[in-house]
C-alpha cells in the first residue's frame, strides 16, 4: 500500500521560555526570552508568526504556543523584524516545510509562496538541509500552490493530490453566458466537477452562506458537479467525499486504467488512516 505521511501534530510541550510572557501574544513571548537571551533567534512557527504567517495547528491558540528558536542558525539565515532576530523568510519556509506535519506544512508554503520569494532564496536555503528533512521539504513545495486562499483550500487540496485522483485547479474561473465570472475553490474543468470548502457561513453570516448557495446553483445549471465540504469533512473524515469525488469524475468521463483505479482505491484508505491516527 501507498505510504502517505503523517498528518497529525504531536500535543505541544510548552518550553520554559514559553512560559516567560504568560498569555502575551506570540511575538511579545519571544521578545522577552529574547531579552533574557540574546542568543536566540526565532525559528519555525514564531518565525513564521513574527513574519506576518499563521502556521499554527487549526484552532491553536498562538498565546498558549511554545516559543520555538535556536542559538546557532547561519548568520546568513538571519534577519531582524522589529527588533527581534529570526530566520528569513526563505529559511522560515524551508523549515516549515521540513518539520510540520504534511498538511500543515503545505498549508504554511501556500502562504508564503503566495507572498513571494524568490528562487535563488528558496534554492539557497534549501541547500541547508540533508537526509529525510530535505525530502520532506522538497515534497511540500512540490505540492505547494499559492493559488489556494485559505488553509482548508490547501488540507482539501493536499489530500486529493495524495489519495491519487487528478489534482484540481485552485481558484478556477467559470465563465457564464453573461460574461460574468464565478469561481471555485478547487475545480476540473476538462470534467465540470467543483469543490468548495463551506467555511464562509460559519465567519461572515448569513449574506455569505447565501451568495456562496447562488453561485452554487448558478454552477450548477451550467452543468457543474459541485461538492462542498465542512472542516469536518476535511479535517476528521475524508473518506467519503474522496469516494464520492472519485465517482464524480468517473461518471464525468475521467478514465484511470484499472493498476491506476486500484491504486486510487488503496491511498483513499491510507489517507483516512492517516487524517485519523493518533
Request: negative net charge; hydrophobic residues 40%.
Amino acid at each position: 500500500m501507498t505510504q502517505i505521511p503523517m498528518y497529525r501534530t504531536a500535543t505541544a510541550t510548552l518550553t520554559e521560555p514559553a512560559l516567560l510572557g504568560g498569555a502575551d501574544d506570540l511575538l511579545l513571548r519571544f521578545e522577552a526570552a529574547f531579552e533574557a537571551d540574546f542568543s536566540l533567534v526565532a525559528t519555525g512557527r514564531t518565525a513564521a508568526w513574527i513574519h506576518g504567517f499563521d502556521v499554527l495547528p487549526p484552532g491553536a491558540d498562538q498565546r498558549e504556543w511554545p516559543i520555538e528558536s535556536s542559538p546557532d542558525p547561519p548568520l546568513g539565515d538571519i534577519t531582524v523584524i522589529d527588533g527581534l532576530p529570526v530566520t528569513r523568510l526563505a529559511r522560515t519556509l524551508v523549515d516549515c516545510a521540513a518539520d510540520l506535519p504534511r498538511l500543515e506544512a503545505v498549508s504554511a508554503a501556500d502562504q508564503f509562496l503566495r507572498a513571494g520569494i524568490d528562487s535563488a532564496s528558496l534554492s539557497a536555503a534549501l541547500e541547508s538541509l540533508h537526509g529525510e528533512r530535505l525530502r520532506r521539504a522538497n515534497a511540500t513545495l512540490l505540492a505547494a500552490d499559492p493559488r489556494s486562499e485559505s488553509p482548508m483550500e490547501s488540507w482539501t487540496r493536499c489530500l486529493i493530490g495524495d489519495a491519487g485522483l487528478p489534482a484540481p485547479v485552485p481558484q478556477l474561473r467559470v465563465r457564464t453566458p453573461n460574461g460574468r465570472s464565478k469561481f471555485l475553490d478547487l475545480g476540473w474543468e476538462q470534467w465540470q466537477v467543483g469543490v468548495e470548502y463551506d467555511g464562509m457561513g460559519a465567519h461572515f453570516g448569513l449574506e455569505a452562506e447565501t451568495g456562496d448557495r447562488r453561485r452554487h446553483q448558478v454552477l450548477r445549471s451550467l452543468g457543474w458537479e459541485v461538492l462542498v465540504l465542512t472542516a469536518s469533512d476535511v479535517m476528521e473524515h475524508p473518506r467519503p467525499w474522496l469516494v464520492r469525488l472519485r465517482e464524480s469524475l468517473l461518471e464525468r468521463g475521467w478514465d484511470p486504467d484499472p493498476n491506476q483505479l486500484r491504486d486510487i482505491n488503496e491511498r483513499i484508505e491510507a489517507v483516512n488512516l492517516a487524517l485519523n491516527a493518533g
